[in-house]
Each structure stands twice: as structure tokens, then as C-alpha cells.
């Protein structure tokens, strides 16, 4: 397995101390030492004296929380640097709103060659479309434009791009005013995106790995592919994360293997499987998820990328090579294919063989009783983004819209999943929604639709050991002896072992549960702010003035 860390200087003994501790070996632990990049031991107070002395710097955490820090799941590393630095449409609240920005930018920034932006999303808007071609066209004044849809399956595209790409006319997706999907829209993001140069693509890889450090994510999994982005773009961020302070990088490549000579190519890429956003279909909000029943706006039941024999064959050919596999999957019909195909896999090579290699899925959204299961059954990890049920589920949210309320209610079932043994993993997808670790585990916490609501406690153990579990890790994600020191210390208020419904567990803020406690995730209240992320016992970010 490649996994990518930053340098190491030569490792300090630290002794962290007045605080609380999170962690299993002593739910009443509130100091910490660390050693070579680990955890030497967790205790209390008094305890710590002992220490003191013989430590090379102690650290007086005043009341602050020490948690294992977070690792994101799925994550567009270039992507999320250029939405950072870029041109953010996820603020607008209409249709003009977005093309005054368009406008704004484009006048602002006359050296682009392609004007690259992110996040709208017309659901939201009171003209419920997306700009014609002519509206961008006049807004951007001639230049090219590139403007992704929030799920990053389609996109709007002024027409001096499409004159960069004249082939885009003839592919599968290409409508002459509507956004783009499928194979068009994957070679005109190609052709967006080959215009940043080396030095923009190092500025906002960097930019969006210093955010997540700054939000105490010690841990990225990036999701790259040939739809996706480029070999250089994978592999700059591969070395770019092992040659500086900052979060660790586990890359994914999306590419279907045939042998142990793809394999191969892709453990040489630096990737840790042939996994993450292989297409098997697209997205609910740009009709592109294959359904097996029809959308409820709008004809057709989406695309399907890859069928159940092509995933057999993945699937038989990473477990054999000893990679891990894994595919995007959104809708039934998708997740259908993908439990299909994994077990004609197990039946080639073994089922044992097959849930050792732990495979993943991504998104794994519109899953039922018997998709849950086969999860299960096969072993496969669920990489899940909570934050899209907060963003998009309810009664009135896009699910509804595009699904009807009935089958909107389905989504999601993180419950059922645990309640199964379904191994979790949770991410962002950022930029599709925002790096943001506690909010996700909020968002699980507080899901839309009750039956589907974990505990805090089973959020953030998806969002910290599950994500290390993922890359076949189990040794890490959590503050014991002998883990790595990845950890995040927090300002918060008072902590208390949280569930949001009394049939899931009840609430207490006694430490004589036995259960450590987390910040009260309650919706409307601050969350909890990061002060510290250290990676392998090496800082790499601290809050200003603190």
C-alpha cells in the first residue's frame, strides 16, 4: 500500500495535558504523549506528572477537546484548491445572481485562458434552469467558460470552449443549449482543465490542503481518474503531499483493470487501488443516476457507464492482484449492477478473497433491504457523504423533485447500513459539498429522514477510524497507544454522548457510561472550532493568535 506523508523532522516527545482526551483506552483521560509519531500513552492527570520531566515540550490544552483527526473519504484535491480560489457559484440565489458573478470574475481576471468555476446548482434558483449558452456567452464576453453543475456530472460551457473541443459536437451528451454530460462533457472538463498551468494546479492543491488541515483533517482520500482529471494531476498531488507538512494523501485511480499488467500501471500511478469515481452511472441532480423506475421530472432513468459483467471483471481482477477495487454508484439500478457483478466476482475467486480485499463503493445512495445486505454480505465498504442528504434530501429538497417524495425517503439509510455491519466511510466529495468534518457528522446525526439518523458517536467514528479502515487500515483513527499521532485539538463547549432519538440511544453527559464524549452536534449550535492538526506527531496547522 503507497500512502503518501509529509517529511518528518526529527520527532519531538510531547506531553499534551489539561484538557479531554478522546479516547477508548480511558473514557476519563485528559492528557496525552506523543512519540516517534505516535501515541505513547493517554491517562489522566495526575498521571501525567510522571512525564513532565522527561518530555521535550508539554502543551497546556486549557479545557480543549483532543480527538483523533478527521479523515475525508472522497475528496477533488485541484478541484477543491480551484473552487477555493476560484470562481464560487454556490452563493448565488438566482439565475442573474450567478451570471452578474460570471461577469464580475471574468473582468477581474483577463489572463485566464479558460474561466473555471463551480457550484451552481438551478434547483435553488427561482428560474429553476441553467444559463442558455447565449446568457454565458454574453456574460463572459467572448472568453471561454467552464462551469460545472454542484455534482460535477454536467456543465455549462460558453461557446469560445466548444471551439477548443470541435469533437464535443459529436459525443454522447452533447445538446446545443443544455448542459453537457456524459462523454462531451468529460472532454470539454479535459480540455478546461489542461489549461491550468503546473503552477496553478500546485497553488490550489496546496490551498485546499491547507484548508483541510485548518478544519482538523489529518487524512484525504483523492478520487482521481481518467473522467475525472489527468495522470499529472494525480501524481503532482501525490508528491506534493509527500514532500510538505500537510494532511496525508491515499490516491484512487479510476480505471478498469483486465490483469495484473493494469494492476500494475496503477500501483505505479502511486494509487492504493483502482477505485473511487468509476463510473457506473452519474448524478440524481443532473439526471444522469441510472434508475430502475423512471424520474419523476423529467423522461428516461439515467445512464449506465458499466454493466454487471464489466464490475465482475474489475472486481475479479484487482481481488486476484491483490488491489482494491471500487465504483461510483448512485441510483438502485447502479447499486443493483454493482452487488451483481461483485458476487459473480466471488464466485470466480472466492468470497473470502473478495470482502479481504475490502472494495468500496461511493456515494451508494438509493440502496435497499437487499442491497444492504449483499453489502454485507460481499464485504464492501460504503464511502458515504452525509452532507448530500443535508443539501438536498427532505420533503421539498432536489431528491424529491427528481425522485417523488417515496422513493426520496429511501436514500441515505446509514442506520440500516450499521445495523447490517456495512463498513463506513465518511467524505465530502468536495467541491460538491464543502470540506466540513463535524458538519458531516451533524448531517448524519440529524439526516432528514429519522429512520436513517446514527448516533455522533457512530458519525465520527465513520469520519475517523472508518475512513482508515477504507484503505485496509485498522491500526489507525483512533487515540490508543501505538496508533499514529494524527490528531486535531478543539475549542467546544461541554462534551455529552449524543444520539438524536431515544430509540438509537439515549442522551447523557455522564463519563461513567464508559463512553468517551464529543461536542453536542445539535443543529443550530456552533460547532466545534479546530486550534491544532498534527499529522505523525508534526504540526501542520495552528489557529492564528491562539
Known sequence: ???????????????????????????????????????????????????????????DLDGALVTPAFTDAHVHTTSTGLALTGLDLSGAGTLTEALDLVRSYVAAHPADRVVLGHGWDATRWPEQRPPTRAELDAAAGGRAVYLPRIDVHSAVVTTALLDLV??????????????????AHHAVRAAAHGAVSPRQRADAQRAALAHAASLGIGTVHECGGPDISDEEDFTSLLKLASGEPGPRVFGYWAEQVGGEKDARRIRELGAVGAAGDLFVDGSLGSHTACLHEPYADAPGSGAAHLDAGQIAAHVAACTEAGLQAGFHAIGDAALTAVVDGTRAAAEKVGLGRVRAARHRVEHAEMLTPETVAAFAELGLTASVQPAFDAAWGGEEGMYARRLGAGRARTLNPYAALLRAGVPLAFGSDSPVTPLDPWGTVRAAAFHRTLEHRISVRAGFTAH?????????????????????????VWRTEELVVQAPDDRVARWSTDPRSGTPGLPDLSPGGELPVCLRTVVFGQTVYVRPNE
Not at 496525552?32 to 495526575?46: I, L
Not at 469533437?167 to 452533447?174: D, I
Not at 490508543?480 to 499521532?485: D, I, K, T
Open 166 to 183: 470541435p469533437r464535443a459536437a459529436s459525443l454522447a451528451g452533447y445538446r446545443p443549449d443544455a448542459p453537457l454530460t456524459g462523454a
Open 464 to 488: 475517523t477510524r472508518g475512513g482508515w479502515r477504507a484503505v485496509g487500515r485498522d491500526d489507525a483513527g483512533t487515540l490508543v497507544p501505538g496508533a499514529p499521532a494524527d490528531y486535531a
Open 1 to 59: 500500500m503507497t500512502e503518501s506523508t509529509a517529511p518528518q523532522s526529527e520527532h519531538r516527545t510531547v506531553l499534551l495535558r489539561g484538557g479531554d482526551v478522546h479516547s477508548p483506552a480511558d473514557p476519563f483521560a485528559t492528557a496525552m504523549v506523543v512519540e516517534r509519531g505516535h501515541v505513547a500513552w493517554v491517562g489522566s492527570e495526575g498521571a501525567a506528572d510522571a512525564f513532565a520531566s522527561g518530555v521535550d515540550e508539554v502543551i
